[in-house]
């Protein structure tokens, strides 16, 4: 989701800051060698940043002219390129359809963290404890984090807006929790939509996800 408008004072520079941290952390950190040696990956990177463009600046809806919603594909986009490529993704889409949409640009580092850093880390996080888990089966991998990480990433986008709208603009958190049903309704397809795009990738390229591990998860026990 996007802010369109708030009165975020004195705490918009901070929230900015965190963004521009969280970024400089996501550049130092991602494979970046790993990357440039496979083209496969160059396009799924660029692939990736146009196809969030488009979702996020032309297919969306709009709540009382100041929040947006529309479809994330953040977890299927940090299961494949890894959380540090991700971000930056994330913030290279969130620009261009800043740019192209007409948005606030004063917002970006707000956006940033709602709408990118918040569901990588609720992903990554999701990925952690089923791998602990070392459960071996497929299933568990393209269910429990594509399906169940995209609806995960929706309440932790919901949790991360009511709290930052909390903090900077009382009349915006009065309006984004009164239309909290809209959370609800968006979980199942952004589960289904995130689940389908992994669950494709990791049975016919599974070379290609970053976070899949063929041989465990298809491998037999002793």
Known sequence: ????????GNLLWLLNAIALIALLFALWTAPWKALIVASARQHLFLGAIFILTFLW???YFTLDSRLIF???LMTSSALILGSSLTLFVGALALLFATLL???TPEFLGINFIVGVITPVLSTHALLKLIT?????NLFLYTLGAGF??????????????LAIS???DPSLFTLNWENASLYFLLM????FMNGAIVSSLAVMRPELVRTYDDDFYLSRDD
């Open 166 to 168: 909390a903090l900077i």
């Open 148 to 161: 169940g990480g995209g609806m995960l990433s929706i309440i932790a986008v919901a949790s991360c807006s």
């Open 188 to 191: 199942f397809p952004e589960g």
């Open 132 to 136: 602990a888990s070392r459960i071996k």
């Open 57 to 59: 600046g032309y297919i």
């Open 1 to 8: 989701m996007l802010f369109l408008s708030a009165d975020a």
């Open 101 to 103: 949409g007409g948005f």
């Open 70 to 72: 529309h479809p994330l």
